[in-house]
């Protein structure tokens, strides 16, 4: 979040938060696999697993203090005419309230919102939990912050609506009388037909539906998602657009930046998307950005959007490692025994002096990406430089998760500037000591994808999916593994860029699963280049995880 204020500071009108409960249970996921619905449960990434451990680790506290480290972030995002609303449970919400008013200033409290639901009851030994909490806030109280009303306008009560029981062609009225001085049935309600007419000229048809009707109370009806519904993705904490609908709608006008920095499934970039307003979302779980895209990509004229990877890419050292047993008497120490570690696991020999290069193995030399951060692209141009600056021809770089469509992108740039890479996974056995011990830590090569592009005559062409390796399969149980045929049940979504440009990947055209249709082609439409000429074309894909693979393709079209 904090990489987003330089772009984004004072300039969000709507924030609503749905962090996860103090309970962790978010990070896992339940996806099916290929045609036939093979249903597997993804366990934690190595990043996942830190986020849990900062967040969880050390119970409450550091779940109160990850959030508070947030709300600073989100209070200098926010416009000064901007909302923000947080979801909790009321578990938590009187410590998340405390912290908010010290955070916002208890004067830019506006409501405490119940969101309440009836489904799933329960007998118990106390009252049926059957309500959120939404903690309303203002950045500032005064500064004129939007409050749409009439967007969640409510129902007039049975009793009120009994008041209007007459009915004439324009719809159901009460008899009222004119605020006329001196009138006998002056501001009356309530009045008879007889009135009317005894009083023509002091009494009017009070029509129901020219009422505005009542202004949202604090509290919510609003079911939660059936297993029914269209809407349904199968996101375990997934909230109703309903509810979100509302929050938009109220709280921004169409054209406004609304963001959501837990947006799971993406309801609120959904929500903001299909009324018009324009969107920011962050989740820390790859899934989860693959859920939204998918589900954004599904809303008819969606407009285009970027995804990306944002964090703490900056940082030059290991900062915060939390490796393994190591006694931490110093950040130092315990980033120079963790990168000992993996060298050794790896069969590499330190290599001391250098910035980026940490070891050496037979000809190669060693980089070891961090326990709690993506390696990204300027890290290993990084190393690449650091290889050019010291002759070396040959680079293995070790990750835990790659900075989203990296990795054949980077192993063909460095080819061009003469270095071999390799680019390798550490396997989540290092954390284990049985498998360490054992010397059973395998290091896999990142995803590979072939692709085949076939050109018509003239500039007609076509791209289609050849093979892919999936990495991950050691996270996927046995019995579930032996079941998968295919090499394309791997594959959950991918799309090409007819035209890439060396900067964000433009979807040119997009295949995905969904629930329904489980059915993925292979091969893309044809597309038809207007004029002939050198073009690059990209090819992403997506796995039943969310990991991206792209391959870039140089092609000569029309020739
Ligand atoms: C309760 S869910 C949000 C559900 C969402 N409102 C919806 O309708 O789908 C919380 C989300 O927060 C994400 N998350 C957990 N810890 C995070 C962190 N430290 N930073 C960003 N996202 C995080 C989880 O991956 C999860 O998707």
């Known amino acids: 979040m904090g990489s987003l204020l330089e772009k984004f500071a004072g300039k969000i009108d709507l924030i609503y938060i749905d962090p996860p409960f103090a309970t962790g249970a978010d990070f896992k996921v339940n996806n099916e696999i290929g045609e036939r619905g093979l249903e597997v449960e993804k366990e934690h990434t190595a990043l996942e697993e830190k986020a849990y451990r900062d967040t969880w680790g050390k119970g409450f506290e550091s779940y109160l ?21 947080v979801h909790v449970d009321p578990t938590v919400s009187p410590s998340v309230r405390l912290m908010l008013d010290e955070v916002f200033g208890s004067g830019n409290f506006l409501n405490e ?12 030994d106390f009252y049926n939990p059957k309500h959120d909490v939404l903690l309303f806030y203002a950045k500032k109280r005064d500064a004129g912050r939007t409050f749409n009303w009439k967007e969640a306008v409510e129902e007039y009560s049975v009793v009120t609506r009994a008041k209007f029981k007459y009915k004439d062609e324009k719809g159901d009225y009460q008899i009222r009388g004119r605020n006329v001085q001196g009138s006998p049935v002056r501001a009356a309600d309530g009045l008879t037909p007889e009135d009317e007419t005894k009083y023509p000229g002091l009494t009017y048809r009070d029509y129901l539906h020219e009422r505005a009707g009542v202004s949202p ?9 059936n297993k ?81 990877n944002l964090g703490k890419y900056e940082r030059k050292y290991w900062q915060g490692i939390t490796f393994g047993e190591s006694k931490r008497d110093g950040e130092q120490l315990a980033i120079f025994q963790y990168i000992a570690f993996i060298l050794k696991l790896y069969g590499a020999e330190p290599l001391a ?33 650091e290889c050019l600056a010291v002759k070396q021809t040959e680079l293995h770089v070790l990750g835990w998760e790659w900075e989203m469509g990296l990795a054949n992108l980077m192993v063909e740039e460095a080819k061009h500037r003469g270095v071999k890479l390799l680019l390798l996974n550490i396997p989540r056995e290092v954390m284990e000591q049985q ?7 395998r290091f896999f090569e990142v995803a590979h994808l072939e692709v085949d592009i076939k050109q018509d005559k003239g500039c007609k062409v076509t791209v289609g999916l050849k ?12 019995e579930v593994r032996s079941k998968i045929k295919k090499w394309s049940d791997y594959i959950d979504y991918w799309a090409v860029d007819w035209n890439f440009q060396n900067d964000t990947f433009m979807n040119g055209w997009v295949a995905y699963r969904t629930r329904k249709e489980r059915k993925l082609p ?38």
């Open 65 to 85: 203090a990850m959030l508070h480290e947030r709300f600073i972030a989100l209070r200098d995002l926010l416009s000064e005419t901007g909302t923000l609303y």
């Open 522 to 559: 292979l091969t893309s439409d044809p597309y038809v280049y207007e004029k002939p000429g050198k073009y690059t074309i990209m090819v992403k894909v997506v796995d039943i995880f969310g990991n991206d693979t792209s391959q870039v393709f140089e092609t000569n079209i029309g020739h």
């Open 435 to 441: 498998a360490v011990d054992k010397g059973d830590i």
């Open 228 to 308: 029914a519904a269209d809407e349904r993705l199968y996101y375990p904490t997934q909230k109703p657009e309903e509810l979100v609908k509302r929050i938009v709608g109220v709280s921004s006008n169409p054209g406004q930046l609304v963001a959501d920095f837990f947006c799971g499934s993406g309801t609120t970039l959904a929500t903001a998307e299909k009324l018009g307003r324009r969107w920011i979302g962050c989740d820390l779980s790859r899934w989860a950005i693959h859920v939204t895209r998918k589900r954004l990509l599904g809303i008819e004229g969606c407009k285009p959007f970027e995804v990306l």
């Open 113 to 124: 919102i119940a969101w309440c639901y009836k489904e799933r009851e329960r007998i118990l």
């Open 467 to 478: 093979d892919f390796a999936f990495l991950y399969a050691d996270l996927i149980p046995e």
């Open 353 to 385: 002096g250098m910035q980026h290069l940490h070891g050496k193995k037979g000809k190669a030399v060693v980089h070891i990406g961090a326990v709690d951060a993506p390696v990204t692209i300027d890290e290993i141009n990084g190393c690449i430089e």
């Open 217 to 225: 109370r604090d509290w919510w009806e609003i079911s939660i998602i």
